[in-house]
Protein backbone atom coordinates (compact mmCIF):
# COMPACT_ATOMS: atom_id res chain seq x y z
CA UNK A 1 0.00 0.00 0.00
CA UNK A 2 1.13 3.41 -0.78
CA UNK A 3 1.86 5.49 2.02
CA UNK A 4 2.10 9.78 0.46
CA UNK A 5 2.59 12.20 2.67
CA UNK A 6 -0.24 14.94 2.27
CA UNK A 7 0.93 17.25 -0.13
CA UNK A 8 1.79 21.10 1.21
CA UNK A 9 -0.92 23.61 0.52
CA UNK A 10 0.21 26.49 -1.83
CA UNK A 11 -1.05 29.82 -1.81
CA UNK A 12 -3.12 30.47 -4.94
CA UNK A 13 -2.96 26.57 -5.92
CA UNK A 14 -5.21 24.02 -6.08
CA UNK A 15 -4.35 20.41 -5.21
CA UNK A 16 -5.31 17.98 -7.72
CA UNK A 17 -2.83 14.67 -7.33
CA UNK A 18 -0.26 13.39 -5.57
CA UNK A 19 1.98 10.16 -7.19
CA UNK A 20 4.56 8.46 -5.69
CA UNK A 21 7.37 11.13 -6.31
CA UNK A 22 4.88 14.59 -7.70
CA UNK A 23 2.21 16.78 -6.65
CA UNK A 24 -0.19 18.41 -8.79
CA UNK A 25 -1.78 21.64 -8.23
CA UNK A 26 -4.31 23.59 -10.82
CA UNK A 27 -3.24 27.50 -10.71
CA UNK A 28 -5.93 29.04 -9.52
CA UNK A 29 -5.38 33.09 -10.94
CA UNK A 30 -2.78 35.32 -12.84
CA UNK A 31 -1.45 34.64 -16.41
CA UNK A 32 -1.17 30.88 -16.18
CA UNK A 33 -4.75 31.00 -14.35
CA UNK A 34 -6.49 27.02 -14.97
CA UNK A 35 -2.96 25.60 -16.15
CA UNK A 36 -1.14 23.14 -13.61
CA UNK A 37 1.49 23.40 -10.95
CA UNK A 38 3.49 20.30 -11.10
CA UNK A 39 5.83 19.80 -8.01
CA UNK A 40 8.82 16.82 -7.71
CA UNK A 41 9.12 15.97 -4.19
CA UNK A 42 12.40 14.33 -2.47
CA UNK A 43 10.18 11.43 -1.90
CA UNK A 44 11.59 7.93 -3.45
CA UNK A 45 9.61 5.24 -4.44
CA UNK A 46 10.66 1.02 -4.99
CA UNK A 47 8.70 -2.02 -5.38
CA UNK A 48 5.51 -0.11 -5.71
CA UNK A 49 6.08 1.12 -2.41
CA UNK A 50 7.00 5.13 -1.56
CA UNK A 51 9.48 4.82 1.25
CA UNK A 52 9.12 7.20 4.49
CA UNK A 53 13.12 8.26 3.86
CA UNK A 54 13.19 10.92 1.39
CA UNK A 55 16.55 11.70 -0.50
CA UNK A 56 17.59 15.14 -0.12
CA UNK A 57 17.98 17.29 -2.98
CA UNK A 58 16.23 14.91 -5.25
CA UNK A 59 13.12 17.07 -6.47
CA UNK A 60 15.09 20.12 -7.14
CA UNK A 61 17.45 17.53 -9.43
CA UNK A 62 14.91 15.88 -11.42
CA UNK A 63 13.60 19.30 -12.59
CA UNK A 64 16.45 21.15 -13.55
CA UNK A 65 17.70 17.82 -15.40
CA UNK A 66 14.20 17.66 -16.61
CA UNK A 67 14.33 21.32 -17.99
CA UNK A 68 17.99 20.74 -19.56
CA UNK A 69 16.26 18.21 -21.56
CA UNK A 70 13.14 20.04 -22.68
CA UNK A 71 15.25 22.80 -23.98
CA UNK A 72 17.85 19.91 -25.83
CA UNK A 73 14.17 18.18 -27.51
CA UNK A 74 12.73 21.36 -28.42
CA UNK A 75 13.39 20.77 -32.27
CA UNK A 76 12.00 17.44 -32.09
CA UNK A 77 8.73 18.36 -29.85
CA UNK A 78 7.20 21.04 -27.98
CA UNK A 79 7.49 20.56 -23.86
CA UNK A 80 4.76 21.67 -21.98
CA UNK A 81 6.78 23.50 -19.57
CA UNK A 82 5.13 27.33 -19.22
CA UNK A 83 7.45 28.52 -16.80
CA UNK A 84 9.65 27.94 -13.55
CA UNK A 85 8.80 30.62 -11.61
CA UNK A 86 6.40 29.23 -8.96
CA UNK A 87 5.49 30.03 -4.82
CA UNK A 88 9.00 30.56 -3.19
CA UNK A 89 8.64 27.09 -1.01
CA UNK A 90 9.04 24.87 -3.90
CA UNK A 91 11.03 26.73 -5.83
CA UNK A 92 13.71 25.03 -8.22
CA UNK A 93 11.51 21.88 -7.95
CA UNK A 94 8.38 22.95 -9.62
CA UNK A 95 7.07 23.87 -13.12
CA UNK A 96 3.95 25.78 -14.09
CA UNK A 97 3.25 23.66 -16.97
CA UNK A 98 0.73 23.12 -19.33
CA UNK A 99 -3.36 21.41 -18.81
CA UNK A 100 -3.18 18.43 -21.47
CA UNK A 101 -5.08 15.54 -22.66
CA UNK A 102 -2.68 12.92 -21.60
CA UNK A 103 -2.52 9.73 -23.59
CA UNK A 104 -3.64 6.60 -21.46
CA UNK A 105 0.38 5.09 -23.06
CA UNK A 106 3.44 4.79 -21.07
CA UNK A 107 5.50 5.41 -24.15
CA UNK A 108 8.71 3.16 -23.74
CA UNK A 109 11.98 3.08 -26.21
CA UNK A 110 14.62 0.63 -24.82
CA UNK A 111 17.52 0.15 -26.74
CA UNK A 112 19.23 -2.48 -24.45
CA UNK A 113 17.79 -5.47 -23.32
CA UNK A 114 17.05 -5.31 -18.98
CA UNK A 115 14.30 -5.29 -16.44
CA UNK A 116 11.01 -5.96 -17.60
CA UNK A 117 11.62 -6.33 -21.53
CA UNK A 118 14.32 -8.52 -20.17
CA UNK A 119 11.53 -11.48 -18.27
CA UNK A 120 9.43 -11.01 -21.19
CA UNK A 121 12.41 -12.08 -23.84
CA UNK A 122 13.21 -14.95 -21.57
CA UNK A 123 9.96 -16.08 -21.44
CA UNK A 124 8.48 -15.43 -25.33
CA UNK A 125 11.68 -14.38 -26.85
CA UNK A 126 9.80 -11.01 -27.73
CA UNK A 127 9.08 -8.16 -25.81
CA UNK A 128 6.03 -5.85 -26.49
CA UNK A 129 5.20 -8.13 -29.66
CA UNK A 130 8.53 -7.60 -31.38
CA UNK A 131 10.43 -10.55 -31.56
CA UNK A 132 14.17 -10.31 -30.69
CA UNK A 133 17.34 -12.33 -31.78
CA UNK A 134 18.34 -15.59 -29.63
CA UNK A 135 21.52 -14.99 -27.11
CA UNK A 136 20.72 -11.72 -25.78
CA UNK A 137 21.73 -11.45 -22.34
CA UNK A 138 20.73 -9.04 -19.50
CA UNK A 139 22.60 -5.78 -20.66
CA UNK A 140 22.23 -6.58 -24.42
CA UNK A 141 22.30 -4.29 -27.09
CA UNK A 142 19.35 -4.31 -29.53
CA UNK A 143 19.81 -4.70 -33.10
CA UNK A 144 18.27 -1.39 -32.99
CA UNK A 145 15.90 0.59 -30.65
CA UNK A 146 12.63 -0.86 -30.02
CA UNK A 147 8.82 1.04 -28.89
CA UNK A 148 7.73 -1.03 -25.90
CA UNK A 149 4.43 1.01 -24.60
CA UNK A 150 2.62 0.00 -21.23
CA UNK A 151 -0.67 0.18 -19.79
CA UNK A 152 -0.51 3.39 -17.43
CA UNK A 153 -1.48 1.42 -14.08
CA UNK A 154 -3.73 3.04 -11.57
CA UNK A 155 -1.15 4.48 -8.46
CA UNK A 156 0.33 1.41 -6.47
CA UNK A 157 0.06 -1.06 -9.31
CA UNK A 158 2.36 -2.33 -12.13
CA UNK A 159 2.54 -1.08 -15.80
CA UNK A 160 2.02 -4.03 -17.89
CA UNK A 161 3.89 -4.11 -21.28
CA UNK A 162 1.82 -4.52 -23.89
CA UNK A 163 2.16 -4.37 -27.99
CA UNK A 164 2.10 -1.86 -30.46
CA UNK A 165 -1.41 -3.53 -31.64
CA UNK A 166 -2.68 -2.59 -28.12
CA UNK A 167 -1.78 0.98 -28.25
CA UNK A 168 -3.27 1.29 -31.64
CA UNK A 169 -6.38 -0.37 -30.78
CA UNK A 170 -6.87 1.96 -27.88
CA UNK A 171 -6.09 5.29 -29.58
CA UNK A 172 -6.13 4.66 -32.98
CA UNK A 173 -3.28 3.67 -35.56
CA UNK A 174 -2.30 7.14 -36.31
CA UNK A 175 -1.64 8.67 -33.18
CA UNK A 176 -0.45 5.12 -31.80
CA UNK A 177 2.30 5.84 -35.00
CA UNK A 178 2.99 9.53 -33.77
CA UNK A 179 3.40 8.04 -30.01
CA UNK A 180 5.65 5.64 -31.48
CA UNK A 181 7.60 8.13 -34.04
CA UNK A 182 8.30 10.47 -31.18
CA UNK A 183 9.33 8.62 -28.52
CA UNK A 184 12.10 7.21 -31.17
CA UNK A 185 13.31 10.26 -32.28
CA UNK A 186 13.42 11.54 -28.47
CA UNK A 187 15.60 8.38 -27.32
CA UNK A 188 17.83 8.61 -30.34
CA UNK A 189 18.56 11.91 -29.94
CA UNK A 190 18.74 11.73 -26.14
CA UNK A 191 21.29 8.32 -26.63
CA UNK A 192 23.55 10.50 -28.43
CA UNK A 193 24.16 13.27 -26.19
CA UNK A 194 24.12 10.20 -23.65
CA UNK A 195 26.99 8.34 -25.54
CA UNK A 196 28.66 11.37 -25.96
CA UNK A 197 29.51 12.52 -22.18
CA UNK A 198 29.69 8.65 -21.31
CA UNK A 199 26.65 7.76 -20.45
CA UNK A 200 24.57 4.57 -21.94
CA UNK A 201 21.29 5.20 -21.95
CA UNK A 202 19.49 2.14 -21.72
CA UNK A 203 15.96 2.71 -22.37
CA UNK A 204 13.63 5.83 -21.47
CA UNK A 205 9.47 6.34 -20.52
CA UNK A 206 7.61 9.20 -22.02
CA UNK A 207 4.36 10.42 -21.40
CA UNK A 208 2.67 12.50 -23.87
CA UNK A 209 -0.26 14.41 -23.97
CA UNK A 210 -2.10 16.60 -26.65
CA UNK A 211 -3.31 20.35 -26.99
CA UNK A 212 -6.52 21.05 -28.02
CA UNK A 213 -5.41 21.56 -31.92
CA UNK A 214 -4.30 17.93 -31.47
CA UNK A 215 -0.53 18.84 -30.92
CA UNK A 216 1.12 16.64 -29.41
CA UNK A 217 3.55 17.60 -26.44
CA UNK A 218 6.00 15.90 -24.36
CA UNK A 219 5.22 16.20 -20.51
CA UNK A 220 5.56 15.14 -16.89
CA UNK A 221 9.48 14.12 -16.18
CA UNK A 222 11.76 13.40 -19.29
CA UNK A 223 15.27 11.54 -18.95
CA UNK A 224 15.54 11.59 -15.08
CA UNK A 225 17.16 8.86 -12.98
CA UNK A 226 13.39 7.98 -12.13
CA UNK A 227 11.88 7.55 -15.82
CA UNK A 228 15.40 5.99 -17.29
CA UNK A 229 17.96 3.90 -16.79
CA UNK A 230 21.17 5.38 -17.20
CA UNK A 231 24.52 3.39 -17.22
CA UNK A 232 28.11 4.50 -17.15
CA UNK A 233 29.39 3.15 -21.02
CA UNK A 234 32.67 2.57 -19.75
CA UNK A 235 31.70 0.18 -16.80
CA UNK A 236 28.78 -1.62 -19.53
CA UNK A 237 29.13 -5.49 -19.91
CA UNK A 238 26.83 -7.23 -21.30
CA UNK A 239 25.88 -11.11 -19.00
CA UNK A 240 25.37 -8.97 -15.66
CA UNK A 241 23.28 -6.15 -13.94
CA UNK A 242 24.66 -2.90 -14.76
CA UNK A 243 25.83 -0.49 -12.79
CA UNK A 244 23.55 2.27 -13.13
CA UNK A 245 22.81 6.27 -11.96
CA UNK A 246 19.72 5.82 -10.61
CA UNK A 247 17.82 4.43 -7.36
CA UNK A 248 19.20 0.72 -8.01
CA UNK A 249 21.15 1.47 -4.61
CA UNK A 250 17.60 1.44 -2.92
CA UNK A 251 16.27 -1.63 -4.14
CA UNK A 252 19.52 -3.66 -3.92
CA UNK A 253 20.08 -2.36 -0.04
CA UNK A 254 15.94 -3.15 0.67
CA UNK A 255 16.47 -6.92 -1.03
CA UNK A 256 19.67 -7.19 0.97
CA UNK A 257 19.33 -9.45 4.37
CA UNK A 258 20.42 -6.04 5.87
CA UNK A 259 17.28 -4.46 5.43
CA UNK A 260 15.43 -7.22 6.70
CA UNK A 261 12.43 -6.55 4.45
CA UNK A 262 10.12 -9.09 2.80
CA UNK A 263 8.95 -7.84 -0.34
CA UNK A 264 6.08 -10.29 -0.10
CA UNK A 265 5.00 -8.74 3.05
CA UNK A 266 2.44 -6.21 3.01
CA UNK A 267 4.56 -5.01 5.46
CA UNK A 268 6.03 -1.61 4.21
CA UNK A 269 9.75 -1.23 3.75
CA UNK A 270 12.29 0.08 6.56
CA UNK A 271 13.74 3.60 6.64
CA UNK A 272 16.87 3.70 4.57
CA UNK A 273 20.32 3.91 6.15
CA UNK A 274 21.89 7.59 6.28
CA UNK A 275 24.71 5.67 3.77
CA UNK A 276 22.20 4.71 1.52
CA UNK A 277 20.46 8.07 1.40
CA UNK A 278 23.78 10.06 0.72
CA UNK A 279 24.70 7.24 -2.07
CA UNK A 280 21.73 7.49 -3.80
CA UNK A 281 21.39 11.25 -3.60
CA UNK A 282 25.56 11.36 -5.47
CA UNK A 283 24.36 9.26 -7.65
CA UNK A 284 21.56 11.44 -9.03
CA UNK A 285 23.98 14.58 -8.91
CA UNK A 286 26.61 12.80 -10.95
CA UNK A 287 23.97 11.61 -13.51
CA UNK A 288 22.89 15.30 -13.38
CA UNK A 289 26.31 16.67 -13.88
CA UNK A 290 27.83 14.73 -16.55
CA UNK A 291 24.86 15.05 -18.37
CA UNK A 292 24.38 18.72 -18.72
CA UNK A 293 27.80 19.85 -17.72
CA UNK A 294 26.83 21.93 -15.13
CA UNK A 295 28.14 21.93 -11.42
CA UNK A 296 25.60 21.60 -8.56
Known amino acids: MLNIPDAPALPGMRHLHSGKV ?9 PYAGQLLMVASDRISAFDHVLASTI ?26 LSAEVPDVVRGRAVVCERLEMYPVECVARGYLTGSGLLDYRATGEVCGVA ?13 PIFTPATK ?22 VADRLRAVTMRVYATAERIARE ?12 GARADGTMVLADEVLTPDSSRFWPADQWQP ?37 VVERTRARYLEAYELLTGETW
Request: net charge negative; glycine share 8%.
Open 132 to 144: LPEGLEDGSKLPE
Open 239 to 275: GRAQPSYDKQIVRNWLLSPESGWDRSSDEPPPPLPAE
Open 197 to 208: RGIVLADTKLEL
Open 153 to 174: AALGDHDENVSYEAVAAQVGEE
Open 22 to 30: RDLYEVEAG
Open 56 to 81: PDKGEILTRMSLWWFEQLADLVPGHV
